[in-house]
Structures are given as structure tokens and as C-alpha cells.
């Protein structure tokens, strides 16, 4: 496998490299810790005028190069290739480019920064590495991947996502929860699609029948993943998704939430901003977000 971890030197960076450093990656795969220098944080569109600007800058750049020095000597073991690099940026374009470049299979964060070095607040774009990322993202909470919760919705998003649980070796020993929610703004598009005086009892078959489907879904997938060796259960509540995603994280003991960035839900839900952000932003464990075709 091959890995990018996003360092700031912050404690919830720190957090990200820990759980980096617990997972079980396959002989052969290649680790790079990637730090950004961005001075436009700093001083915004006035940077060509700042006093002083290079000299803080390569100040800043020596505090980072030994900050993600250290961070990669942390994830060094024998049977993998661990290096790592700073660069001058955005810090989501840093990351991105350094994923595209790598040909990584995911990219590693945390949940937020505001560290040691002002110039890196990782965790304040998150969202925005998970939009425009061209592999999978891990926003790490936490520091184990033990029990793992993932959300399916039929769609090929959940689908891809469902495909890293069973491929990714750093998954191999987890428990997994399938969740598949019957979402009622799913049924309301329906009805309100639909002609005017629709009777009460169709209202309660279509939700009947969303709920058959959403158990065809998360029956499938578990089958699926306990083929591949993988404890599995199945849960499937009625609401709203991003909620019923979160709380039973939650009750379930989650260590991770395995979502798409889209699926099955509505025009409104189309983009990151709906589910998907909703799960990222109000989680409290870590939440890997698989996009598209990847």
C-alpha cells in the first residue's frame, strides 16, 4: 500500500501519525509524511510586502523539516519504505498533489490543527483534502481500527468504499457493522413526487418497502465481507442518515466510519455536504471518506 500522512506538528496531527504508525501495512508499502509551508495564511495578499517574510519562512521551513523528519522516523519498520518531504503551499493542494504524484491509496489527516506551527492548520482543511483528493482520506480521531462501522447505501460509491474493506490488508481483523439507513427524506421526495391526496396507507408501504431494501443492502454487503474473513452485522434504522450513522457509531463502540462522498440520496445530497460532511464534521471517531471511481 502506499501512503500519505499530512503532519502540522499539532496534537491531533500527532494523532493521525500514532494511528499511521499502529496499522498493520503489507512488506513493501511506502509511507510519506508531507508537511506544507504556506505563506499566505500568514499574511494573505499582502505577503510581498510582509517584513521579514523569508527569513520566518525558512525559520518555519527548518521547524517543519524537523517535525516531519520525526514523524517519519516514527513509521519506520523493516519491510517498508518510509520517507518525507516539505513543501512550499496550500496545504490540501500539497497533500493532493503529493497523493497524485505517489499514486497513494490513501491520505492520512487530522481532525483538526492549530498547532506548535501557526502556518499549519491542517485540520481546518480536511473537508476541503476530502473533496478534492484523488484517493481515499482518513480523518484519524483516534488510534486503532478495530471495530469498524460501514455506511451502504447500494450505491457504486458504497460499493467502492464496501471494496477497501475487503481489499486494504490494514483492515483484515476487523469487526465490522454494515448500517444501511432508510432514509425518510428518500420516501418524502417520492411522495411529494407523486399526484396530490396521497392516501396515509401508501405512505407506509413505500417506507415498508424502503426498509426491505435498505435490509437487502446491508445483508449483501455482510455476506460479502464475511466471505472475505471479516466478522459482520447488520443494522439498519429508519431517519435520517448522517444522524443514525453517527449515533450508531456511537453505540457500537466505532473506531471508523467507511463511507462514499455520494450515493443513493437525492439532489440534495449530490455533493460532500450532506451525508458524507455531516458524518465527517460530527463524528467522534475517525472517518474514512472514499470517493468515486477510486
Known sequence: MKAII???GSPCAQVAMNLAAALPWPDGSELRVVAAVDPMSLYGPFVGFAPGVGEFEVSLDNALEEVTKAAADQLRVQGRTTDYKVVLGR???????AAREMGADVILVGSRGHGSIASMVLGSVSAEVVDHAPCPVLVARGT???????????????FSAERKLRDWPIFHHAHVDVV???????TW???LSAEVGFPPERRGALESESQQQHETIAESSSRRLVAEGHQAETVVPFGD?????????????ADLIVMGTRGNTGFKRLVLGSVARNVLTHAHCSVLVVPPAS
Not at 241 to 253: D, L, M, R, T, V
Open 6 to 8: 499530512g503532519t502540522d
Open 91 to 97: 496545504p490540501s493542494t500539497v497533500l493532493r498533489d
Open 144 to 158: 486503532r481500527l478495530e471495530r469498524i462501522l460501514l455506511a451502504h447505501d447500494g450505491s457504486d460509491n458504497a
Open 180 to 186: 444501511s439507513v432508510a432514509d425518510a427524506a428518500q
Open 189 to 191: 421526495d417520492v411522495m
Open 241 to 253: 442518515a448522517a444522524h443514525q450513522i453517527i449515533s450508531i457509531a456511537g453505540q457500537h463502540g
